[in-house]
């Protein structure tokens, strides 16, 4: 399944309620789901933490469908060069992205 | 690009940090991502919330690659048969789903 793909399943499944709804509070659930990742990855069964990864990613695409943003170009705009912080294929940065 | 190209782009990227990092503290670098794209979905352009967008999926794929999840198989396993409150390709749900 493409990128593209999925943001349009989720745009025919969920993008008239969401734009009605419109982002902030459409923002809440995808903080809800946020938690319930947490929640999962803390004590879930592989097939919870599944399942709350892929409500996750429908909540953040329906809130890029209702803002117009093509989550491939995104992607290919900050990732498709290689790390955004030091180009490589296989990150060398010597900053945040390395140790809390 | 697929979402199994996605996550092993990421992976080559920067799972051998985040795996060493460890689920719990690269799960905060995803919340603080939340919080930007929060702050730019209030007020950013489109290219700044194209990528805030772009970043959270990165850090989400990332923590997916650790915790051995394939998106691909969550996403098509929850949302592959229509919406997973009704079933339907549009989704009918008179639930939370449709208002906060």
Same mark, same amino acid.
């Given at each position: ?18 734009? %009605? ?11 809800? $789901?946020?938690?319930? +990742?947490? =929640? @999962?990855?803390? &004590? ?9 990864? %892929? ?11 209702? $803002?117009?943003?093509? +989550?491939? =170009? @995104?992607?290919? &705009? ?23």
């Amino acid at each position: 399944m493409t990128i593209a793909e999925f943001q349009r399943l989720i745009n025919v499944m969920y993008s008239d309620k969401d734009r %009605a709804r419109g982002t902030p509070a459409t923002f809440l659930w995808l903080i809800e $789901e946020i938690g319930e +990742l947490a =929640a @999962a990855v803390a &004590e879930g069964t592989q097939e919870e933490k599944a399942a709350e990864f %892929a409500d996750v990613l429908a909540w953040i695409a329906t809130i890029a469908n209702v $803002e117009g943003v093509d +989550l491939t =170009a @995104a992607i290919q &705009e900050k990732y498709g060069r290689g790390c955004p912080g030091c180009g490589r294929e296989v990150c060398q940065c010597d900053t945040k992205n390395v140790q809390v």
